[in-house]
């Protein structure tokens, strides 16, 4: 589409929509309206992971869920697919909400904190790398 020129005809010259102009489907459009996700703990740090492949045969997901599930071939978490998607993080919850709810996504098990190295380890690597 086309801007209009000062005469009200359009311009061939200026482009309204780019590649740079992002998604044409508004995000609330997206998700039906809703805001809200069905599972409150998708935070933007929550890891996600796909069940198994898109299929052809997931024909009814539309596009965007697709998407998901290429990214989510691999851990990934909720910020980085809203960063790959280009959408708001909250449009990103209810989307992966509902392919949950389809069992195409499942949640990976939080970090367990026993694990985590302790504070004077990380002490010790900042002050390496410090000293380099």
């Given at each position: 589409m086309t801007a209009p020129s000062?005469?009200?005809l359009p311009d061939q010259g200026m482009l309204w929509v780019d590649d740079e102009a992002g998604p044409l489907i508004r995000p609330y459009a997206m998700t039906s309206g809703r805001?809200?996700?069905r599972h409150?703990?998708?935070?933007?740090?929550?890891?996600l992971m796909a069940t198994r492949p898109a299929l052809p045969s997931d024909g009814g997901l539309g596009t965007v869920y697709a998407e998901i599930m290429a990214l989510c071939q691999h851990p990934v978490s909720v910020a980085?697919?809203?960063?790959?998607?280009?959408?708001?993080?909250?449009?990103?919850?209810v989307l992966l909400s509902d392919l949950l709810e389809r069992r195409l996504v499942r949640r990976?098990?939080?970090?367990n904190v026993t694990h985590l190295p302790s504070a004077d380890i990380l002490k010790a690597v900042i002050d390496g790398?410090?000293?380099l």
């Open positions: 000062p005469d009200g805001t809200r996700p409150a703990d998708l935070d933007l740090i929550a890891v980085e697919i809203a960063a790959h998607l280009r959408l708001p993080a909250g449009t990103v919850r990976r098990a939080p970090v790398i410090r000293a």
